[in-house]
């Protein structure tokens, strides 16, 4: 009996073409990215078509957005709905700088509110009279020392320890901000909300779809976990793509809440694993070609002006350079070690370059610029590809690394210089 991944195959007229997989890494606001490259393939190359689709965080929200449609223009029908749903439009971005998701929990955050204060183990440690009193004296012995000069830095430190942290009004509110049952700033796990349904996650279990899957992170095994239209091999493998795992998928520590699936807790896993690479050549052996998109760098991190910045500095630097690594580290695995079971894969990896004129704005002028972007990056890959040809993994003497650096050819792991 043919898999479901045979029946694709077999449905393009009988002619045999590579087996490919595309990975859709994280990156949040340059999710337009991801469109564009979409667009380039749809418009382009409409004859690379993908089979396994490997997604985390935002790019599992492209990927399956994308797949829920049918006809000629996905590409397009996805980017209507990121920018419907959740870029906001620039006149209320400029003043309003949040997207169209990121809510607030307000009533998880009533309830967190009345169970803290209903607590009478939380007012313990608040009335502290003998800090009080050092802080006291310590600002006495600060101010009369003629030797001490002030600092706009010992001003701060001051106020942070002798005033604030002893105060028990303010240690209070503190504890209640930091220690209080809310684990995120927003909530997007809302699977019975209109948002939510506006995503057909049934079409995805239909003939013809590819297989797809994204990572969350279990923080109860402290693994990654694997969600999927169709059973996986794999012992990550948690269950089907829905949308609390999509939530799961993108939940990214402090910026959003927690998602919990069955009794088990999840958050974003694209910090951990970009695209899922061992699973994805695990999983799918036979796999002639992946295409890498990578659709955050360091080069996209400019100097911060405001809090808004700062944030997406913290959140981006990291999946820009656990980014950047993963896929060295994997290009660097399949030149100079075998698979899991000892067989060599000689496919063709194309690096679809990243592009470095974006920012981190949830608005709609910058999803419009990153499409643009993405098309033209993909454009590029695809006509490198072209010129140096199409192969399959079985007449490859070694891999091909297609728009990229490859690391030492060989399997022979190259030395590595401890010294230095």
Known sequence: MPTRQTEIIASEGGEKRPKRAITLGGGGPAAGLHLGILKAFEKYA????????????????????????????????????????????????????????FGTNWFGNTEAFWKFISDLNNYQGVWLPHRMTRAFFETISMLSDPRIKWDIGDINGWILNQVLAPHPFVRYLTSMMFLSDVNGLSRINYPNSRFMESIRFDRLYGQGVPHIFHNAFDLHKQDLALFANWKMKSERYEGDINGSTLCACSALPFVEETVDI?????????????????????????????????????????????????????????????????????????????????????????????????????????????????????????????????????????????NGSPPARGRQKPKIDVAA
Not at 346 to 373: A, C, M, Q, Y
């Open 46 to 101: 409409p004859e690379i078509t993908f089979d396994v689709w490997s997604l985390s965080c935002i790019g599992a929200w492209v990927g399956i957005v994308y797949n829920q449609y049918d006809g000629p223009n996905k590409a397009g029908q996805a980017y209507d709905f990121f920018k419907t749903h959740i870029f906001r439009d620039d006149e209320s971005y400029s003043r309003f700088p949040i997207n169209s998701v």
């Open 262 to 402: 069955r009794g088990t807790t999840y958050c974003e896993g694209a910090l951990v694993d970009t695209v899922n690479f061992l699973d994805l050549l695990e999983e799918h052996p036979d796999l002639d070609e992946i295409w890498v998109c990578r659709i955050v760098d360091r080069k996209q991190i400019h100097e911060p002006k405001n809090l808004h910045d700062a944030l997406a500095n913290l959140c981006q630097l990291f999946a820009a350079t656990v980014g950047e690594d993963d896929v060295k580290l994997f290009e660097y695995h399949v030149a100079c070690d075998t698979l899991p079971s000892g067989k060599e894969w000689n496919g063709t990896v194309v690096e679809i370059h990243v592009p470095h004129h974006i920012d981190f704005k949830w608005n709609h002028s910058n999803l419009e610029r990153g499409r643009d972007l993405g098309k033209s990056a993909a454009m590029k890959a695809i006509e490198t590809y072209k010129k140096e040809g199409q192969t399959f993994a079985s007449e490859n003497r070694e891999p091909r690394f297609i």
